[in-house]
């Protein structure tokens, strides 16, 4: 409920402080007084439309501030936290939380807002409190205006919001499930392609040993094989430098040989010899060792022009995919360990569509049943609320009014594949009206003069008020054109819809 309302610099006022109370709060005053500014104070604060014609004349910032009391409202909270708001509503010890709300126009047609002194956009407000305050006035209630307002309304009386929110939900979640499926399967020809040649690039990888070891190896391999013939001639001229066998002079072996038995005869006369001596046979041993080594080295060479052959290609194409992925085997092995990541993900395209499918198809049967459980309540709210409406506009003086709830087929010819219903379910629940007897209703908004929407609103509020109670519900005017009976009927409803809302009354 509004506790303060402030308007500074607002058409004709200057500076204004209103205290309102809990239930009926009723301003009265003269034509010119200022009533009306009130109503636009009030509008602006639920995100109405600023201009910088609201202004005071001469006032450069004009502004609207009220202090909310957030007894029973529980989804303004839950929507606060939502928007990270959490903490606007400032704590009052024994009584329900506070929130101070406040809207300034600029005379340059600039507005702000602000929630608990924290800047939000205009469109905050519409979504925290267009449907927490509503004003009728003598021009028509704004609300019945808006068809989609019947359907929230008569769902509200059959108790089945949370249905019509369901459906709503899943109406959208089958429309993005779709959309993603059908860009899935529009990419289906490109992926296709993309598959078989990354495919191709990592058979090629995987062809090919490329592990640093392996690499280094082949292209020692490519270097023996290519020297082969000269390697075979430059090793046959060591082994027979060692071990003699070109029979010219003496080996390396035979040259040692004979200078160790000649230091041995030496040693024996002077023993300390002893050292060159062991340096010596050392030396001996790493020739027999070398010679050795160098005779098998021989053995084992090949001159195979096939062998060099195959390697060459293997060298060929490790060139090739070193051109096409990176110079260095790190580089090779980061591409490779990179298409794997894309084929993995390429690959799982398939299960995401089979996956999409099968999610598509809960969100489709979970719409459906909610909007089945809807249709079934609506259609018996539909009967009582029509009753209730017309019991209340007897009680306005307007016996001979009729009021239906009409509910419209939706047209489901362009609905996606298997819904049985729209976002807001499977029927348009509109409000029809005749003023006399023997009048067809018809559409509130083609038929309703002004004074009688502003009662016809107050009847279905009233039909309404326990169902959407804790309201903010401004009446402007509502008793224009009646008096005597009428009007005592007029302010006892407003005053039990008071029981269940905060009602002002202008006039």
């Given at each position: 409920?509004?506790?303060?309302?402030?308007?500074?610099?607002?058409?004709?006022?200057?500076?204004?402080?209103?205290?309102?109370?809990?239930?009926?709060?009723?301003?009265?005053?003269?034509?010119?007084?200022?009533?009306?500014?009130?109503?636009?104070?009030?509008?602006?604060?639920?995100?109405?439309?600023?201009?910088?014609?609201?202004?005071?004349?001469?006032?450069?910032?004009?502004?609207?501030?009220?202090?909310?009391?957030?007894?029973?409202?529980?989804?303004?909270?839950?929507?606060?936290?939502?928007?990270?708001?959490?903490?606007?509503?400032?704590?009052?010890?024994?009584?329900?939380?506070?929130?101070?709300?406040?809207?300034?126009?600029?005379?340059?047609?600039?507005?702000?807002?602000?929630?608990?002194?924290?800047?939000?956009?205009?469109?905050?407000?519409?979504?925290?409190?267009?449907?927490?305050?509503?004003?009728?006035?003598?021009?028509?209630?704004?609300?019945?205006?808006?068809?989609?307002?019947?359907?929230?309304?008569?769902?509200?009386?059959?108790?089945?919001?949370?249905?019509?929110?369901?459906?709503?939900?899943?109406?959208?979640?089958?429309?993005?499930?779709?959309?993603?499926?059908?860009?899935?399967?529009?990419?289906?020809?490109?992926?296709?392609?993309?598959?078989?040649?990354?495919?191709?690039?990592?058979?090629?990888?995987?062809?090919?040993?490329?592990?640093?070891?392996?690499?280094?190896?082949?292209?020692?391999?490519?270097?023996?094989?290519?020297?082969?013939?000269?390697?075979?001639?430059?090793?046959?001229?060591?082994?027979?430098?060692?071990?003699?066998?070109?029979?010219?002079?003496?080996?390396?072996?035979?040259?040692?040989?004979?200078?160790?038995?000649?230091?041995?005869?030496?040693?024996?006369?002077?023993?300390?010899?002893?050292?060159?001596?062991?340096?010596?046979?050392?030396?001996?041993s790493e020739l027999r060792d070398v010679a050795v080594r160098a005779a098998d080295y021989l053995g084992e060479l090949e001159i195979d022009p096939r062998r060099l052959s195959a390697v060459e290609s293997k060298i060929a194409r490790l060139e090739g995919l070193r051109r096409k992925y990176?110079?260095?085997?790190?580089?090779?092995?980061?591409?490779?360990?990179?298409?794997?990541?894309?084929?993995?993900?390429?690959?799982?395209?398939?299960?995401?569509?089979?996956?999409?499918?099968?999610?598509?198809?809960?969100?489709?049967?979970?719409?459906?049943?909610?909007?089945?459980?809807?249709?079934?309540?609506?259609?018996?709210?539909?009967?009582?609320?029509?009753?209730?409406?017309?019991?209340?506009?007897?009680?306005?003086?307007?016996?001979?009014?009729?009021?239906?709830?009409?509910?419209?087929?939706?047209?489901?010819?362009?609905?996606?594949?298997?819904?049985?219903?729209?976002?807001?379910?499977?029927?348009?629940?509109?409000?029809?009206?005749?003023?006399?007897?023997?009048?067809?209703?018809?559409?509130?908004?083609?038929?309703?003069?002004?004074?009688?929407?502003?009662?016809?609103?107050?009847?279905?509020?009233?039909?309404?008020?326990?169902?959407?109670?804790?309201?903010?519900?401004?009446?402007?005017?509502?008793?224009?054109?009646?008096?005597?009976?009428?009007?005592?009927?007029?302010?006892?409803?407003?005053?039990?819809?008071?029981?269940?809302?905060?009602?002002?009354?202008?006039?």
């Open positions: 409920m509004i506790e303060v309302l402030r308007i500074e610099n607002l058409a004709l006022v200057e500076s204004v402080e209103l205290e309102f109370g809990s239930g009926l709060n009723v301003l009265t005053g003269e034509t010119g007084a200022g009533k009306s500014i009130i109503l636009s104070a009030l509008a602006l604060l639920t995100g109405g439309r600023a201009s910088a014609e609201t202004l005071r004349s001469g006032a450069e910032e004009g502004a609207v501030e009220a202090l909310f009391r957030m007894d029973g409202h529980d989804d303004v909270a839950e929507a606060l936290e939502a928007r990270g708001l959490g903490g606007a509503a400032e704590e009052v010890e024994g009584e329900a939380p506070e929130l101070i709300v406040r809207r300034t126009l600029h005379a340059g047609g600039r507005s702000r807002a602000r929630i608990g002194g924290q800047l939000v956009p205009v469109a905050t407000l519409v979504d925290l409190f267009g449907g927490q305050l509503e004003i009728s006035s003598q021009h028509g209630s704004q609300a019945l205006r808006h068809a989609e307002v019947h359907a929230v309304a008569l769902d509200a009386y059959a108790e089945k919001a949370n249905l019509r929110e369901t459906v709503a939900r899943e109406v959208a979640r089958v429309g993005e499930l779709e959309r993603e499926g059908a860009a899935l399967r529009a990419a289906e020809e490109e992926r296709a392609r993309r598959l078989d040649f990354l495919q191709y690039q990592r058979q090629e990888l995987e062809g090919e040993e490329l592990d640093a070891e392996s690499v280094a190896n082949l292209e020692a391999e490519h270097r023996r094989l290519t020297h082969a013939e000269r390697l075979a001639e430059e090793m046959s001229t060591v082994s027979r430098a060692l071990d003699g066998g070109d029979g010219e002079g003496d080996s390396a072996e035979t040259s040692v040989a004979t200078a160790s038995r000649s230091l041995a005869s030496a040693l024996r006369m002077d023993p300390s010899l002893e050292g060159l001596a062991d340096q010596l046979e050392n030396v001996a990176g110079r260095s085997v790190e580089e090779m092995l980061a591409h490779r360990d990179e298409i794997e990541r894309e084929l993995s993900s390429l690959e799982g395209a398939d299960d995401r569509i089979r996956q999409i499918e099968k999610l598509r198809s809960e969100a489709v049967t979970a719409a459906n049943e909610a909007a089945a459980k809807l249709s079934r309540a609506r259609k018996r709210a539909a009967k009582k609320l029509a009753k209730s409406v017309e019991g209340e506009l007897g009680d306005l003086a307007m016996a001979g009014a009729r009021f239906v709830v009409d509910l419209e087929k939706v047209d489901l010819s362009g609905a996606p594949r298997g819904l049985e219903t729209g976002p807001g379910g499977r029927e348009r629940p509109q409000f029809l009206f005749s003023a006399n007897t023997g009048e067809s209703p018809r559409p509130i908004q083609k038929v309703a003069s002004g004074g009688e929407l502003s009662r016809l609103f107050l009847a279905i509020k009233n039909a309404l008020r326990v169902a959407d109670r804790n309201m903010v519900i401004v009446f402007d005017e509502v008793d224009a054109g009646i008096g005597g009976a009428t009007a005592e009927r007029v302010g006892r409803v407003l005053a039990e819809l008071a029981t269940e809302h905060q009602v002002l009354c202008i006039t």
